[in-house]
C-alpha cells in the first residue's frame, strides 16, 4: 500500500489531526460514539458520512486530474443520476435503479470522454457543457418538481447500516478499495500518470492516452452517479436544481489539497479522499461551533492556503522544515 | 598555468565553489576563470558539472561553499535576474524568450521604451532593429520571435543579453541545433563581442568547434576541475584524455567488413510509401543486423521518414510489410505491437516522460506493449531497471531517481533502454547523439553497433556525416523530402553522400564536412 500513501502525505494527515483537535475544542463530544437501533452515532461518523458524496466525486476526479484534465460537470451528472434513481425508485427494484443510474454515469462520463479524446477540446470547456447541461436534463427527469419516493431498499441506501457502520460509508471505503485495486493493481496508475506528465512521449511510447483519457472520465462519471443515488437517498428525494450542486468545486479542491498537480503526473487516491475528510471535518467543526455557516467559506479558504504553503516547492515548506529537523538537506 | 606576469586581471573569476545535491557532490572545489575578451570553452562529459557550475554561478542553485569574483568584486547573485544585472548572462540551449511575442518586444521585455506609462512601439522597433543590425541580422522585429529558425533566436538571445550590459556571457550548447551556416554566423558576433572585452563562455560537444572558436578551455570531469589550458598548445588527442580520464581506444570504421556480402534477412519493407506534402514516395528495406543510416540536412525529410516508418505519422500510399507480412501502421502503438521502438530528437518534449522515475520511464513502452491487465510486478520493473542501468551504465545508478534530474547522454540512455526492454526488431533513432558529450557519444555508437550484431534493424538519423560513415551499411540520402541516393558497401564515405546531398551542386557548402 506504499504507492497509495506517499511519505509527502504529511503535510495532509497533520492538517486533519489540527482541524479535528479544533473540533474537539468546539465540540467536548466530538470524539464519542454511541450504538442506537443499530447504527453508530456521533460528530465523527457523521463527518464520515456527510463527506461520503464529495469522497466518491475525488476518487474520479483524482484520475481526470492526473491526466491534467478536469471534470466540471460532476455536480451535474450527480443531479442527474439523482433523479434517474428518485423516478424509478418507487417502481423497480435496487438493482434495476442502480444499473439505471450508472448506466447514466457511463454516458456522460463517454461524453465528457469523447470530447476531450477525440475531438481534443480542452477539458475545462467540454466538462462545462454537461455541467450546464446536465442540470437542465435532471430537470426535464423531475418534470422541474422534486421527486420524492419510499423504496424501503433506496432509503436503505442512504441511511441504513452494516454492521454498525452507515452504508454511504461502507461503498465509499468499498469504492476507494475498489478504484485502488483497478489503478494500481493493473498498469493504469502507471500509464496514467505518464500521460499526464508528458502524454505526447507517452503516445510515443505507444500508450493508448486516448483510451485512458476516455476511461478516466468515465470513471469519474460513475463516482459521481454513486455520489447522486446516495445524495438522493439520504433526503428521500432528487432535488434537480440543489443535488450536487458546487460539488465539482469541493471535489477538486479535496484532489487539490490531496497534493495531486493540476498539472497532471503523479496522484494520490487516499490523499484525495483524505482531503474531501479535511473539507468535511472543517464543515461539521464550524457547524458544531455554532458560528453561522457563513465561516464555513472562509476558514475552508485559510485551510487550503495553508495546506498549499506547505507543499509549495517554492517554500520547499514541510519537506524542507522536516529535512531541516533531521539534519540533511532537502 | 597561472601566468603571473599576466597583466590584465581576470573578469570572471570563482574559487572553490563546492555544491551538493543530498549526498551527491555535483561541484567540488572548483576553481574557473575568464579574461576579458576571450573565448572560453567549458568541457566535460555528461555529468561533469558544467551546467551545475553555470547556474551555480548565476544564481540559479545557491552554492554551498566558495567565491565568483566579476572584475575584482565580489558578486553573490541570488537569481538568474540579478546575475544579469551583475554582468553575468546566459543564453540556454533551449531559448528562453517567448516565441509568441514579436523580435522587438522579446529583446526589450521588462524595459520596454515608455511613454505616459504607453509602451512605444516604433521606438522599440527602431532600436531594436538597429540592435540586430550590430549583430549582422536584418530581420522584420516586428514578427514573432517563433516564426524564426533556431538561429535567429539565439541571436535574439544573445543580443538581449549583450544589450543588459553584459561582461559575460555564457553560452550553454548555441550550436546544438544550428546548421553548418548558422554556426558560422554565431561565431562572427561571438568574435566581434570578444573584441568589445565581453568575456564568452562556450559550453559545446562539438569539439572541431572548440578548436576553431576558443582561446582557452576548462575541463570539468565528476564535478572537480581537470585543468585550463591553452587551446593551441593542446593536441586533441590530450583533450579527449583530460575530458574522459581514460585511454581512448582508437577511433576504427566499425562497420565489419566480414559481414558486408552477407545477405541478410528482410525485417521490414516499404514500397512507394510516402505522404503527400511530407515525405516523397519512397522505397526502403531494412534488414535484421544492419544499420541504414538517413543523411540529409535539415528538414530533409529525415525525421519525417522515421515517424512514417515507426507510425508517428499515417502514410498516404504505399504498403508496408514486417517479415513480409503486410502491416497497417497507423499509430505509434501499431508501431509497437510490431516490434518497432523510436527514439525521437527532442528528448524532453517527446521522449522521456521528466517527473516520472528513470524505472517508470525504462518500463513504460513494455508495460504499454503488454497492455493494461498485464501489469509488470514492482519486482519485475525493479529487476528490469537494474539491468538496463547497469548494461548502458546509466548515472547516477538511481532507478527511483526522476528522469528530469539526469543529464541529457542519460536521458537518451533511458529512451534507449525503454525500447530494448520492449526486445524490438526495428529501432529508430533520430539523432541518437545530439547536445550528448563525446564519452556519452563513443558509447552511444558503440552500442549501436552491438544492437545491429544481435540481429536488431536499426534506422538511424544523424548530421554528424562521420558518425553515419561509421556505423551504416547502407546510407539513403535525402534532398527536399525526397529519397535520392543509396549508398552501400565501399560507396559509404563523407565525399560520396555530400555529392548526394549536393547533387544539385547549391547545397554543397551548406552541408557539414
Not at chain 2, 34 to 49: D, K, P, Q, S, T
Not at chain 2, 106 to 116: A, G
Not at chain 2, 330 to 343: K, T
Not at chain 2, 378 to 385: F, H, K, L, S, Y
Amino acid at each position: 500500500m506504499t504507492a497509495l500513501l506517499p511519505r509527502r502525505g504529511l503535510a495532509q494527515i497533520l492538517a486533519l489531526i489540527v482541524i479535528l483537535a479544533v473540533d474537539r475544542l468546539v465540540s467536548p463530544q466530538f470524539f464519542d460514539l454511541r450504538l442506537q437501533d443499530g447504527r453508530l452515532f456521533g460528530s465523527l461518523i457523521d463527518v464520515l458520512n456527510r463527506g461520503t458524496p464529495v469522497a466518491l466525486l475525488s476518487l474520479g476526479m483524482v484520475l481526470v486530474i492526473a491526466t491534467r484534465g478536469i471534470d466540471l460537470s460532476v455536480g451535474a451528472v450527480m443531479a442527474i443520476s439523482g433523479a434517474v434513481a428518485a423516478s424509478l425508485a418507487d417502481s423497480h427494484g435496487l438493482p434495476v435503479v442502480l444499473a439505471a443510474a450508472l448506466g447514466i454515469g457511463i454516458l456522460c462520463g463517454l461524453w465528457n470522454g469523447f470530447l476531450v479524446a477525440v475531438l481534443g477540446m480542452q477539458p475545462i470547456v467540454a466538462t462545462l457543457i454537461l455541467m450546464v447541461a446536465g442540470r437542465g436534463i435532471a430537470q426535464l427527469i423531475t418534470e422541474g418538481r422534486i421527486v420524492t419516493f419510499s423504496s424501503p431498499d433506496l432509503v436503505w441506501l442512504g441511511n441504513g447500516a452494516i454492521l454498525g457502520v452507515p452504508v454511504p460509508i461502507t461503498i465509499a471505503v468499498g469504492m476507494l478499495i475498489l478504484t485502488g485495486a483497478i489503478v494500481r493493481g493493473s498498469a493504469l496508475g502507471l500509464l496514467i500518470e505518464a500521460t499526464g506528465g508528458n502524454a505526447r512521449a507517452s503516445e510515443l511510447a505507444g500508450v493508448g492516452t486516448r483510451a485512458m483519457i476516455l476511461a478516466v472520465y468515465v470513471w469519474c462519471s460513475v463516482c459521481a452517479a454513486l455520489a447522486g443515488v446516495i445524495a438522493a437517498a439520504d433526503i428521500m428525494g432528487a432535488d434537480a436544481n440543489n443535488a450536487g450542486l458546487w460539488l465539482e468545486l469541493d471535489a477538486i479542491l479535496a484532489v487539490v489539497i490531496g497534493g495531486t498537480s493540476l498539472f497532471g503526473g503523479r496522484f494520490s487516491l487516499i490523499l484525495a479522499v483524505l482531503g474531501a475528510l479535511i473539507i468535511q471535518t472543517m464543515n461539521t467543526g464550524i457547524l458544531l461551533s455554532g458560528y453561522p455557516p457563513e465561516f464555513n467559506l472562509l476558514v475552508k479558504a485559510v485551510v487550503v492556503l495553508a495546506v498549499l504553503l506547505l507543499q509549495s516547492p517554492k517554500l520547499s515548506g514541510f519537506s524542507g522544515i522536516m529535512a531541516r529537523l533531521r539534519g540533511t538537506k532537502p | 598555468m597561472e601566468n603571473s606576469l599576466d597583466p590584465a586581471p581576470p573578469l570572471l573569476e570563482v574559487r572553490g565553489i563546492s555544491k551538493s545535491f543530498g549526498a551527491v557532490r555535483a561541484l567540488q572545489e572548483v576553481d574557473f576563470t575568464v579574461r576579458a575578451g576571450e573565448i572560453h570553452a567549458l568541457l566535460g562529459e555528461n555529468g561533469a558539472g558544467k551546467s551545475t557550475l553555470i547556474k551555480v554561478v548565476t544564481g540559479v542553485f545557491p552554492r554551498d561553499a566558495g567565491v565568483v569574483r566579476l572584475g575584482g568584486e565580489e558578486v553573490a547573485p541570488r537569481s538568474a535576474k540579478a546575475a544579469v544585472q551583475a554582468g553575468i548572462a546566459t543564453v540556454y540551449q533551449e531559448v528562453n524568450l517567448l516565441p509568441n511575442l514579436s523580435v522587438a518586444q522579446n529583446l526589450f521585455l521588462d524595459r520596454q521604451p515608455m511613454r505616459f506609462g504607453v509602451v512605444r512601439e516604433g521606438e522599440m522597433r527602431r532600436r531594436a532593429k538597429a540592435l540586430l543590425t550590430e549583430f549582422g541580422l536584418d530581420i522584420d522585429v516586428a514578427a514573432s520571435l517563433g516564426d524564426y529558425s533556431v538561429a535567429i533566436q539565439h541571436v535574439t538571445a544573445i543580443a538581449r543579453a549583450v544589450d543588459l550590459s553584459a561582461r559575460v556571457l555564457i553560452l550553454d550548447e548555441p550550436t546544438a541545433s544550428l546548421d553548418r551556416h548558422e554556426v558560422e554566423i554565431l561565431f562572427r558576433i561571438m568574435r566581434q563581442l570578444a573584441k568589445r572585452g565581453i568575456g564568452i563562455v562556450f559550453v559545446s560537444h562539438f569539439l572541431d568547434q572548440v578548436y576553431e572558436i576558443s582561446d582557452r578551455i576548462t575541463v570539468l570531469r565528476n564535478g572537480r576541475l581537470v585543468g585550463e589550458r591553452e587551446i593551441a598548445s593542446l593536441p586533441r588527442l590530450e583533450l579527449i584524455q583530460m575530458m574522459l580520464g581514460r585511454e581512448l581506444a582508437e577511433t576504427t570504421n566499425a562497420r565489419a567488413a566480414a559481414g558486408e556480402h552477407k545477405v541478410r534477412e528482410v525485417c521490414a519493407r516499404f514500397d512507394n510509401y510516402g505522404k503527400a506534402g511530407y515525405v516523397a514516395p519512397f522505397n526502403l528495406e531494412l534488414r535484421h543486423g544492419e544499420v541504414v543510416g538517413l543523411a540529409g540536412l535539415l528538414g530533409s525529410g529525415r525525421t519525417e521518414t522515421a515517424r512514417l516508418v515507426f507510425g508517428a505519422e499515417r502514410a498516404d500510399g504505399g504498403q508496408a510489410r514486417v517479415e513480409g507480412v503486410p502491416v497497417r501502421l497507423q499509430s505509434p502503438r501499431d508501431g509497437v505491437r510490431h516490434g518497432f521502438g523510436y527514439c525521437p530528437e527532442e528528448r524532453k518534449t517527446d521522449g522521456i516522460v521528466a517527473e516520472l522515475t528513470v524505472r517508470e520511464n525504462i518500463v513504460l513502452a513494455l508495460q504499454a506493449k503488454r497492455g493494461l491487465h498485464r501489469p509488470l510486478s514492482r519486482r519485475e520493473q525493479d529487476e528490469i531497471a537494474r539491468r538496463y542501468v547497469k548494461m548502458l551504465d546509466i548515472r547516477p545508478p538511481d532507478p527511483e531517481r526522476p528522469v528530469g534530474l539526469l543529464s541529457g547522454g542519460n536521458q537518451q540512455k533511458v529512451l534507449l533502454a525503454r525500447w530494448l526492454a520492449t526486445s524490438p526488431r526495428l529501432l529508430v533513432l533520430d539523432e541518437p547523439t545530439r547536445g550528448i558529450d563525446v564519452g556519452a557519444h563513443a558509447e552511444i555508437i558503440r552500442l549501436i553497433r552491438e544492437l545491429c550484431d544481435d540481429g536488431l534493424a536499426l534506422l538511424v538519423i544523424s548530421s554528424e556525416l562521420d558518425e553515419i560513415v561509421t556505423y551504416s551499411d547502407r546510407v539513403v540520402v535525402l534532398r527536399d523530402r525526397a529519397h535520392v541516393e543509396e549508398l552501400s558497401g565501399e560507396a559509404i564515405d563523407v565525399t560520396n553522400i555530400l555529392a548526394a546531398i549536393a547533387a544539385d551542386g547549391a547545397a554543397m557548402q551548406e552541408a557539414r564536412a
